[in-house]
């Protein structure tokens, strides 16, 4: 179920426009590192890219400035997918976040609930599609939150 949430992760990033950064060179990573820290999205985008085809988990601190510093949208939901995947030491084999310890969750959930609200459609999706207590995933405080289904909903047009 872990290669399902990966596959997803990275259908996710492919699906909104992440230009292929697989090749970028040190001095080209910093400056990119140094753009972000003055909220620019495009560099943010560039590293995530870069990151994701290297080192996912070396962009979560980027993540959580562009979500808390200039509330960048897409960036509150790299930051809960991020900790999911990596705070879990590999053990994370689906989405009801068990592997996490409760600060990890409460982050995580955090970050998610931020990305729907601000009109993620990856985040909306995720949680229209795995948390509902019908799903082997439940996670009561977010298939009982009828507000941010129905803003997950209208996210997605739905």
């Known amino acids: 179920m872990k290669k399902l949430s990966y596959i997803l992760f990275i259908t996710i990033f492919t699906l ?17 590192k ?23 988990d070396s962009l979560l601190p980027y993540s959580k400035i562009m979500a808390d510093k200039f509330d960048y949208t897409r960036a ?14 590999g053990e994370c084999v689906d989405y009801n976040l068990s592997c996490l310890d409760y600060e990890s969750k409460k982050d995580a959930l955090n970050y ?5 609200k601000k009109g993620d459609e990856s985040a909306s999706g ?4 795995f948390y509902d207590k019908d799903k082997s995933y439940p996670i009561k405080e977010l298939y009982e939150n009828i507000e941010l289904i ?3 909903k209208s996210n997605l047009g739905l």
């Open 16 to 32: 909104f426009g992440c230009h292929s950064a697989t090749n970028l060179g040190s001095e080209k990573v910093l400056l990119l």
């Open 34 to 56: 140094n753009d972000i820290l003055k909220g620019d999205t495009n560099s943010y985008e560039k590293l995530s890219s870069y990151y994701f085809d290297n080192s996912l």
């Open 150 to 152: 129905k803003i997950a």
């Open 76 to 89: 509150y939901y790299d930051v809960f997918e991020i900790i999911y995947v990596y705070s879990g030491e």
């Open 126 to 129: 995720v949680l229209l599609n």
């Open 112 to 116: 998610f609930k931020k990305a729907i």
